[in-house]
């Protein structure tokens, strides 16, 4: 748990993030976090039970709930610690690689029980944080990227 290569693997290799308990408000830092992960270069599946759209894209119920077809690289959960254990039975089912449980959501056991079934975990532990710390830039193609290129390396470590 919270194992530092597995973490910027997990980040490097990633393409699609669910954020479950992703709000349509931009005010709360799942919104905040979504939307960086999108200019990230990163596809933002939101799961929240309450809404059909958040960040202009279809919103779902629950992990299941997600079709197949749509592999799921992380999941980054913005709910209750007494609610882990529910999504953590969801990721172990969709085989997902990866789960982040955001500052102040701890389950030791449902994150052991993730980890015997082989799937990292970033607990206590904020994505948006672990991206900028290890300094990951932005994924080819997204609308950062472009940006990130024509920024020297010295300038983006914010030394000159």
């Not at 973490?7 to 905040?32: D, F, H, Q, W, Y």
């Not at 882990?84 to 982040?100: H, L, N, Q």
């Not at 944080?129 to 193609?141: A, E, M, S």
């Amino acid at each position: 748990m919270n194992d530092e290569k597995r973490i910027r693997l997990a980040l490097e290799s990633a393409e699609t993030i669910a954020v479950v308990g992703c709000s349509p408000n931009p005010l709360r830092p799942s919104n905040e976090i979504a939307s960086y992960l999108i200019e990230q270069g990163y596809r933002v599946v939101p799961v929240n039970p309450g809404h059909r759209r958040v960040l202009g894209v279809e919103c779902y119920r629950s992990l299941t709930d997600i079709p197949e077809e749509i592999r799921v690289d992380i999941v980054d959960v913005f709910r209750r610690s007494d609610s882990v254990a529910g999504v953590a039975e969801e990721a172990i089912a969709r085989r997902v690689p990866f789960v982040f449980l955001q500052l102040g959501v701890v389950d030791a056991a449902a994150a052991l029980r993730m980890e015997e079934n082989g799937i990292g975990v970033a607990m206590n532990r904020c994505i948006l944080v672990d991206h900028r710390r290890l300094g990951i830039g932005p994924r080819p193609g997204s609308r950062n990227a472009s940006r990130e290129a024509r920024v020297s390396s010295v300038s983006r470590k914010g030394t000159t």
